[in-house]
């Protein structure tokens, strides 16, 4: 048998599919409810984890350059001692004032660059010292979050575990309950449903307001959503109005309850004595 034409489908029919598709996000809603702020707090934990991962390579970056600028000056010694070396050597060659005093400032000028250079050393290995406190610091942090991380996917996924049968079933009925609704419909259901706070799109009357926001709705209104000839929007929250009966919702109106016959207090009164015998006259 062919499938049924969404734009086909009546007032009626398109309100009760409708109202079934959110009973049923609604159930999802609540599966996912249970879940509370997990979901949340894991990729919160996750980005945490991810920015302490880049802090750590950065930390590591700027140790390996301090260890780098170590070396080299280190290499810079070596070389200022071999000049030192050399140029003592050549005083002794020395033919006059003026190549012994260029040979002075030479190995004078050389010694500062050893001094500077064991200076930049020594700069440097504190550097790194900081920066391997801090790496270490961190790597705890890291080590922290981890576990606080493992605990809440545990938990999270306990919890998935024990809803994800139920909410693969409720995915499929939602499936099958869009496909017969007409698409801008359910276009403006979504979007409604999305802006609304509680989640829901379409709501049935209660106590003459609207379901989802409690506006009073006219009796003018009311009549026009229980004879299911158009779609009918609240005016004030803009949800899909439903009549009760049409959503299969039992509306208990409060009866005129028979009230109790009160009974009737009786005063209990002294009963005069008739048989009271006067004093005689003296």
Same mark, same amino acid.
């Given at each position: 048998?062919?499938?049924?034409?969404?734009?086909?489908?009546?007032?009626?029919?398109?309100?009760?599919?409708?109202?079934?598709?959110?009973?049923?996000?609604?159930?999802?809603?609540?599966?996912?409810?249970?879940?509370?702020?997990?979901?949340?707090?894991?990729?919160?934990?996750?980005?945490?984890?991810?920015?302490?991962?880049?802090?750590?390579?950065?930390?590591?970056?700027?140790?390996?350059?301090?260890?780098?600028?170590?070396?080299?000056?280190?290499?810079?010694?070596?070389?200022?001692?071999?000049?030192?070396?050399?140029?003592?050597?050549?005083?002794?060659?020395?033919?006059?004032?003026?190549?012994?005093?260029?040979?002075?400032?030479?190995?004078?000028?050389?010694?500062?660059?050893?001094?500077?250079?064991?200076?930049?050393?020594? @700069?440097?290995?504190?550097?790194?010292?900081?920066?391997?406190?801090?790496?270490?610091?961190?790597?705890?942090?890291?080590?922290?979050?981890?576990?606080?991380?493992?605990?809440?996917?545990?938990?999270?996924?306990?919890?998935?575990?024990?809803?994800?049968?139920?909410?693969?079933?409720?995915?499929?009925?939602?499936?099958?309950?869009?496909?017969?609704? @007409?698409?801008?419909?359910?276009?403006?259901?979504?979007?409604?449903?999305?802006?609304?706070?509680?989640?829901?799109?379409?709501?049935?009357?209660?106590?003459?307001?609207?379901?989802?926001?409690?506006?009073?709705?006219?009796?003018?209104?009311?009549?026009?959503?229980?004879?299911?000839?158009?779609?009918?929007?609240?005016?004030?929250?803009?949800?899909?109005?439903?009549?009760?009966?049409?959503?299969?919702?039992?509306?208990?109106?409060?009866?005129?309850?028979?009230?109790?016959?009160?009974?009737?207090?009786?005063?209990?009164?002294?009963?005069?004595?008739?048989?009271?015998?006067?004093?005689?006259?003296?």
């Amino acid at each position: 048998m062919a499938k049924k034409d969404p734009t086909d489908l009546s007032v009626e029919e398109r309100l009760k599919t409708l109202y079934q598709l959110q009973t049923t996000l609604s159930e999802i809603d609540e599966k996912r409810a249970l879940r509370g702020e997990l979901p949340l707090e894991v990729e919160d934990l996750e980005d945490e984890i991810a920015g302490l991962t880049t802090r750590i390579e950065k930390i590591q970056n700027d140790i390996d350059e301090y260890q780098r600028a170590v070396s080299q000056k280190k290499g810079e010694i070596e070389t200022a001692k071999s000049s030192v070396e050399r140029y003592k050597s050549q005083l002794n060659d020395v033919k006059n004032n003026r190549e012994y005093d260029t040979l002075s400032k030479e190995i004078e000028f050389q010694s500062l660059e050893i001094e500077l250079c064991n200076k930049k050393i020594k @700069e440097a290995n504190f550097k790194i010292e900081e920066k391997k406190a801090e790496l270490e610091q961190t790597q705890a942090v890291i080590d922290d979050r981890h576990q606080a991380l493992d605990m809440k996917k545990a938990e999270l996924d306990e919890i998935m575990e024990e809803t994800r049968a139920e909410e693969e079933k409720l995915k499929l009925k939602v499936k099958e309950l869009e496909i017969k609704i @007409e698409p801008r419909l359910l276009t403006s259901f979504k979007r409604i449903r999305k802006n609304a706070r509680n989640g829901l799109g379409i709501v049935y009357v209660q106590r003459d307001a609207c379901g989802g926001c409690f506006n009073k709705i006219p009796p003018q209104r009311q009549l026009d959503i229980k004879m299911h000839k158009k779609i009918i929007v609240c005016e004030y929250c803009g949800r899909i109005l439903i009549d009760p009966e049409l959503a299969g919702v039992k509306i208990v109106t409060p009866g005129t309850e028979e009230k109790k016959p009160r009974k009737r207090a009786i005063r209990k009164t002294l009963k005069k004595d008739e048989d009271v015998v006067p004093e005689a006259e003296a």
